[in-house]
């Protein structure tokens, strides 16, 4: 039995989404988090107008409200020829669970969504990431030099493993992010679908859980 984030690091929502997330698995330590990548702009090749960087930050101003986090918008403003692609950024995070599979992956998650949101940084660029992940990683216990994220971020093989993580989330029929779901015996069940504070994300566990007849020892 384990949980299963559906998302992408470049998703608003997914952004709002990470405390409380974090507050949900620090009450279920004994469930184990998996996350699968969805890729909700991947492969966009259109530079970013003002007028579509202006329908982003209202956009955001929603998830800001909503979630109590904060964004840099003036450093969004200031990127230059942008371009929306949230391959490279989901790449990353399969990167890192290549490297480290029994590591912890929710912490590099919110990092790498961190340098884009908050510090305002070019997560489309595979040197960013890799500084920025190598460092997540390296507070955890898993020292990784930014040479050997970036070398497994470009390869073949790991872009391919992202492209699988967009296509298990389809097959799963996840259309929108973030997504939460508890997966028992192979079978998967809805926990969220979409944004949810803490209070209800736990509510909603409890009662999937009460429905697989799992009884959790909540630490919370």
């Known amino acids: 039995m384990n949980l299963i984030y559906v998302a992408d690091p470049m998703c608003s929502w997914c952004y709002g989404f990470g405390k409380e997330l974090t507050s949900l698995t620090e009450a279920y330590l004994e469930l184990p988090l998996q996350i699968v990548v969805g890729g909700v702009r991947a492969g966009d090749t259109a530079i970013m107008t003002d007028e579509l960087k202006q329908f982003r930050l209202a956009h955001w101003a929603r998830v800001e409200s909503a979630s109590g986090l904060s964004f840099n918008r003036e450093a969004f403003i200031a990127l230059e020829n942008f371009v929306y692609d949230t391959e490279p950024v989901c790449r990353a995070v399969v990167t890192a669970r ?16 961190e340098a884009f ?45 992202t492209r699988q993580d967009f296509l298990k989330s389809r097959s799963w029929g996840v259309s929108s992010f973030p997504a939460l779901l508890l997966e028992v015996s192979g079978q998967l069940h809805t926990v969220a679908a979409g944004y949810m504070a803490a209070r209800e994300l736990e509510q909603n566990l409890r009662l999937v859980l009460e429905r697989v007849g799992y009884r959790p020892t909540a630490t919370a």
Not at 98 to 113: E, G, N, S, W
Not at 144 to 151: G, P
């Open 98 to 113: 290549k490297l480290a599979p029994d590591m912890a992956i929710l912490p590099v998650f919110r990092r790498v969504q």
């Open 117 to 161: 949101y908050v510090q305002g940084r070019d997560t489309t660029n595979g040197e960013v990431l890799a500084e920025v992940a190598a460092h997540a990683m390296a507070k955890q216990g898993y020292p990784i030099d930014r040479e050997t994220f970036l070398a497994i971020w470009k390869d073949e093989a790991t872009i391919a493993e």
